[in-house]
């Protein structure tokens, strides 16, 4: 039994410092588990051998008498748009595998590229001793909000696979929930850490914009890209976050704040806290299980010695129109590199100049959302349009950032939800781009204002003969570099409407 696999990431931790556990013996049994789940789709790559080396050398270190790291022997997956030397890193497209058969795009992703160095954040989860078990799936180039738009299939939600695991970190929420990892990271640009987390019941963390570095995280929009950790319980993403956290010289836009102690954060009393409730977020299109829910939840944190009042926010309903220009048109940008000559996959006939080289390996090496994107992208930065969208839209997201500046002057946090949707179904949304935009209403505000935000677990769905019970989320919001204070309240509604829940499938 690798009931080990269950439990919070200190606990464990301190069982491999202490030698209780060998991180041989805990990196087998996420190995055994990841075999045992191969449906969920949450791994495109096992990195088996790695895995175990890195396992042995942890034990070694202990053996030799030097003291492990705060992860000492924790399995963790990382989403694959992260770059790792003992990895390929495909970010699930087609463009950074090796071709096909007939020059059709890669098909496999255990063939993709491989980065000459690691990611930042990569190198200090080795730094702490992890073990880094796999790279887990995604939509490509981090674009979707289900993870259907990855090349290889989606990630399944283990609460019922029928349905969406979310998205775009789909594959490390989906490791995480189903106990393969006992943390993973993601990265979020509009929601892509907490809304997976919040349809697959785990814990999901966006920092403040510049809290965690970039460097290594193939970029899509890089001016709203944050990396941040999933754990199933509150306190194992704090130790998380504390490690990758903190100014990075190869990031210049990583932020020399100091990091704070986020896991003490977790015992901190809430008492005299104010949480604000923004009427714009509990409006039409919100599921009522959720808001009930939701709800619930905050009158548990009033419970606990909280007040609760309403504030605005305006121009939430102009989020999605301004997010889809911002980020199209960084995407548009950063996505010209992927060209044939540099990474990956490269396309080319006898005939082939280098025009046709580009046009024929973007077109068999991206998939149609990211294609979607770069068009948009393009057209919204093009001469004549350029001050009609993407100069507009950068003026809305001012106004959007600036809505919660008088917010944070009368209260310490929103709550709000993190997703208007448990767990949609697999197909539902894929054929109407707009319906997939909607489910990042409540996630793009935070990340166009670059503030810091989470989703933790609150009350889930009742099941019904129709429907399994399904996760829900509480997204909490704080001022930037406000994460200390949302791990205190974020663990005070664990311990009162969440606690960890052992989906089916897992
Ligand atoms: N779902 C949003 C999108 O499709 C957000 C993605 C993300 O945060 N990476 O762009």
Redesign the pocket.
Known sequence: MSDFLDLPIADLATQVQSGALTARQVTEGALARIERTRDLNALLFVAKDAALAAADAVDAKRARGQTLGKLAGVPLAIKDALCTTDAPTTCASKILTRAGAGNSGGTDPTQGFRAPYDATVVSRLREADAILIGKANM?EF????SGENSAFGPARNPWDQARTAG??SSGSAVAVAAGLALGSLG??????IR?PAALCGVVGVKPTYGRVSRYGLVA?AAGLDQVGPFARDVRSAARMLEVIAGRDPLDSTSADVPVGDYEAACNREVRGLRIGIPEEYFGEGLDPTIAENVRTAIGELEKAGCSVKPVSLPHTKYGIATYYIV?TAEASSNLARFDGVRFGLRIEDAKSDLISLYGKTRNAGFGAEVKRRILLGTYVLSAGYYDAYYKKAQRVRTLIKRDFDPAFESVDAIAVPTSPTPAFRLGEKVDNPLAM?L??VFTLPA?LAGISALSVPCAPTPATPARASLPVGLQLLGPAFAEERLFALAAEVERRVGGVRRPPTA
Do not use: H, R
């Not at 981090?142 to 909000?145: I, K, L, N, Q």
């Open positions: 939509d981090a674009m979707g909000s998205g775009s990265s979020d640009t509009g929601g892509s809304q899509f980020a935009y489910a990042d990340s």
